[in-house]
């Protein structure tokens, strides 16, 4: 199946849910352009939405510049045009006003939560592109073996044993390029089950890196150390682009990939992670299915397409069971799960406490579910740990080691968990 350039031109450049809600709600407080824009400025500021696919990890009063206030105005402005796409809102020169749909789509957010208004908001993007049932229908085509996983490896020099402070020649580069091909295809291997020689690919690279004076064509030649990170940055273009058009044969850009990957992710449809344990890049892979009248419990309906079809979102429910000496199917398949990952990256790690963030992508990965639903089982699996302490036959403590706001950086990589009120980001079990 085909995704066109036209149908993915449905969707602007900006990853978010919350940038639909917060325009909505900017349109509701008055319909002057001028004043719509400062709400919206506002509350995206409010909503630490930045302007990558990470938010930002706290609320700060920032000088605004004439470049700040175009990055401003350019996403305002692509809101705007993706909502009025989905008649959410109607434009006429400088006045915005909300449509019954867009009312609707407040009312959802405001009394059913985020996750039911971004699924109103995808029936309206999906009916106009169908992009998520042809991405997710090309991960299964792509890797059938692995449920649908691609990947796109990212190792930089020092992943691969080579120092900064001592790559000063042309052969160094040559060097890292070397052994960058042979990891590459040994990721193919493992992953894909492809046996590809890379070696033409990476003599490209090194032609058009001489040829845009990044490096020479004299090996013991000394580069040019200011454009380390250049160059750095031209290798990992360089094979994520290879592996996305190539390998997989997407036709349009990786930043366009990574917009829609990112969206399904927010749907709970797909699962992208850059932080899976034992894996340098990024990795993606289906968490729903396509079908035709799947009646079985933990699929749920998540669009209807005209031809028939219907895509599956995998939804297991958490069981209540009257018997408090019994645990249902989904409670034993997940702390199954989370037990088994737990000691296997504990025998790697070798300490007792493991990041919670890095158990979530095993345990995701494992049950093909998504990011908010493996939050919710833990932390039911905490409390009944507590309640029943006999009937899980496990000890689990959560601790909070530094959370992201208590460190330097600027964006909000890796979510914490939230378990009964409280941020969490470690964890130890024992029997």
Request: glycine share 4%; aromatic share 14%.
């Amino acid at each position: 199946m085909v995704i066109d350039n036209t149908s993915l031109q449905v969707g602007k450049k900006f990853y978010f849910f919350e940038y639909f809600y917060i325009l909505l709600v900017s349109v509701r407080k008055g319909n002057n352009r001028e004043q719509i824009f400062n709400s919206f400025k506002e509350l995206k500021r409010q909503f630490n939405l930045g302007d990558s696919k990470y938010k930002k990890l706290t609320v700060d009063e920032e000088t605004m510049t004439p470049r700040r206030q175009n990055n401003y105005e350019y996403t305002f402005q692509r809101v705007i045009v993706e909502s009025s796409n989905y008649k959410l809102i109607v434009t006429n020169n400088n006045h915005i006003s909300l449509t019954e749909r867009g009312e609707e789509a407040l009312e959802i957010y405001n009394n059913k939560g985020k996750l039911l208004f971004n699924n109103f908001i995808f029936q309206f993007m999906e009916g106009k592109s169908w992009v998520i049932r042809k991405l997710i229908s090309k991960c299964y085509e792509l890797n059938k073996p692995k449920n649908g996983l691609l990947i796109f490896p990212v190792y930089s020099p020092r992943k691969l044993g080579f120092e900064k402070s001592k790559m000063s020649r042309n052969y160094h580069i040559l060097e890292y390029s070397q052994k960058l091909t042979m990891r590459l295809e040994d990721d193919l291997r493992k992953n894909l089950h492809k046996e590809i020689d890379l070696s033409g690919h990476r003599d490209t690279l090194l032609r058009i890196l001489v040829s845009e004076k990044y490096i020479t064509s004299t090996n013991n030649d000394y580069f040019d150390l200011s454009k380390y990170n250049a160059i750095v940055t031209k290798f990992r273009k360089y094979w994520i682009d290879f592996f996305l058009k190539k390998i997989y044969g997407f036709k349009y850009s990786f930043a366009t990939f990574n917009v829609w990957v990112e969206r399904g992710k927010q749907l709970g449809l797909i699962h992208t992670s850059d932080f899976y344990p034992g894996f340098d890049g990024r990795i993606v892979y289906p968490t729903s299915i396509m079908g035709n009248g799947i009646s079985h419990r933990d699929f749920k309906v998540v669009m209807k397409y005209s031809d028939g079809e219907s895509l599956y979102r995998h939804s297991p429910k958490w069981e209540i069971t009257d018997n408090d000496n019994q645990i249902g199917k989904t409670q034993e398949s997940f702390v199954k799960a989370l037990v088994d990952s737990y000691y296997d990256m504990r025998a790697i790690k070798r300490t007792h406490f493991i990041r919670l963030a890095d158990l979530r992508e095993k345990v995701c990965y494992k049950l093909k579910i998504a990011n908010y639903m493996f939050d919710e089982f833990l932390e039911k699996t905490y409390l009944m740990s507590f309640k029943n302490p006999n009937l899980l036959k496990i000890k689990i403590s959560l601790e909070a080691d530094r959370l992201p706001h208590e460190t330097n950086a600027i964006y909000m990589k890796r979510e914490p968990v939230l378990v009964n009120g409280k941020y969490k980001n470690i964890i130890a079990i024992n029997y």
